[in-house]
């Protein structure tokens, strides 16, 4: 990372879960670590967190699911961004996912998966080590 580039994360909740408490406290925590944070807000499709990804050019896709359609949405999001060209987005879940579904979702493409009593300062430091900053 420059000095005069920050890392851009674009933490989105797919579904139709209406619940964003850790999304928004997520956002929070990524911002008062000194990243460029945009938050989508509840019920996004796959194409509108994809077609937000691309026109943030974000670096980081965080998703957050507590309704147990991670397993489809997930996964979606990731074909998703190989058709649109962005494959090299690191991309994290977060919410209620069971441990029986996490291979599945790492197989899938998501790089870390983050539930419940997570430390954002884990995932802050997941992103620093992990993400490759677009030029």
């Known amino acids: 990372m420059t000095a005069s ?10 579904g139709l879960d209406g619940h ?3 999304a928004k406290v997520l956002a929070r925590a990524l911002r008062d670590a000194g990243m460029e944070v945009i938050y ?3 019920r996004q499709s796959p194409e509108q967190v994809v ?4 026109q943030e050019d974000v670096d980081v896709l965080c998703l957050s699911s507590l309704s147990g359609a991670h397993d489809y949405l997930f996964p979606r999001i ?20 069971p441990e029986e579904d996490i291979p599945a979702l790492k197989e899938a493409g998501i790089a870390g998966i983050f539930g419940p009593g997570s430390f954002t300062s884990d995932i802050v430091k997941f992103i620093q080590e992990n993400v490759r900053l677009r030029p």
Request: proline share 5%; glycine share 16%.
């Open 5 to 14: 580039r920050r890392i851009r994360v674009l933490v989105a909740k797919p």
């Open 20 to 22: 964003d408490r850790g």
């Open 40 to 42: 989508t807000g509840i």
């Open 51 to 54: 077609n937000a990804v691309i």
């Open 78 to 97: 990731m074909e998703l961004l190989k058709e649109k060209g962005a494959p090299d987005v690191l991309v994290l879940g977060g919410g209620i996912i």
